[in-house]
């Protein structure tokens, strides 16, 4: 079982749809969460950190951790072509600098 | 101004050679990563270096040897390829301990035929 599952998807959704991704993990000791993005045949690039649980928001995105189901998820409202690409999540423990990733998410935002 | 550079992007080349990717960042981090990323994009991570230093070092065969020259550079050096090597390397920086999160380079594409 890897420490961290994804939906692979794909999900495709009209252009202004409310977008939820999530990932599940096994690991109590995860303390930092991440959602990365990345574009076809680019690196991926972080787009929201969280520590522990709770909710951050930035612009038209939110994520959300829950530590007591090891759950965590990203929404993003009014959702954009340009939103279109592939949603990695991945967290790591105190201390540690490496990271562990979800599989990802593909994600089409059809105009 | 690219912050995480590698060189080359595309490699193809024949079982059995040796190939080295390049790492440069210019962020000013102390921590540098390589990270494999398969066919159904997963990615997990390689290696990990810390002021020149080896601290994380997964289950990669013998044939992977990373070197950091400084703590700008970080390269991967891979003897006598094999098929399963194909796949898209990518190095990756950030601040160590409570600092930064991971900053990514654009991968390097590899291609054993």
């Known amino acids: 079982q890897k420490e961290v599952e994804q939906d692979p998807g794909p999900l495709s959704v009209p252009e202004g749809a409310i977008v939820s991704l999530n990932c599940t993990y096994s690991?109590?000791?995860?303390?930092?969460f991440m959602w990365y993005r990345q574009y076809s045949r680019k690196g991926p690039e972080l787009l929201m950190y969280t520590y522990s649980s709770g909710n951050k928001e930035d612009g038209r995105f939110t994520a959300q951790v829950d530590k007591s189901s090891k759950y965590i998820s990203l929404f993003i409202r009014d959702s954009q072509p340009s939103d279109s690409a592939t949603y990695l999540c991945a967290m790591r423990v105190t201390g540690a600098n490496n990271l562990f990733f979800g599989t990802g998410t593909r994600l089409t935002v059809i105009p | 101004d690219t912050a995480v550079s590698q060189t080359p992007k595309y490699l193809v080349t024949q079982m059995g050679n040796d190939k080295s990717i390049k790492c440069e960042q210019n962020?000013?981090?102390?921590?540098m990563y390589w990270y494999k990323q398969d066919s159904k994009k997963f990615l997990k991570i390689m290696f990990s270096y810390n002021n020149k230093e080896l601290i994380i070092n997964e289950t990669v065969p013998n044939r992977f040897s990373p070197k950091s020259p400084d703590k700008a550079h970080l390269n991967l050096h891979i003897n006598s390829l094999e098929l399963g090597d194909s796949a898209v390397y990518f190095c990756a920086s950030s601040q160590g301990g409570s600092g930064t999160e991971a900053f990514f380079g654009q991968g390097t594409r590899l291609t054993v035929v």
């Open positions: 962020l000013g981090h102390d921590t």
């Open positions: 690991n109590s000791a995860f303390q930092y």
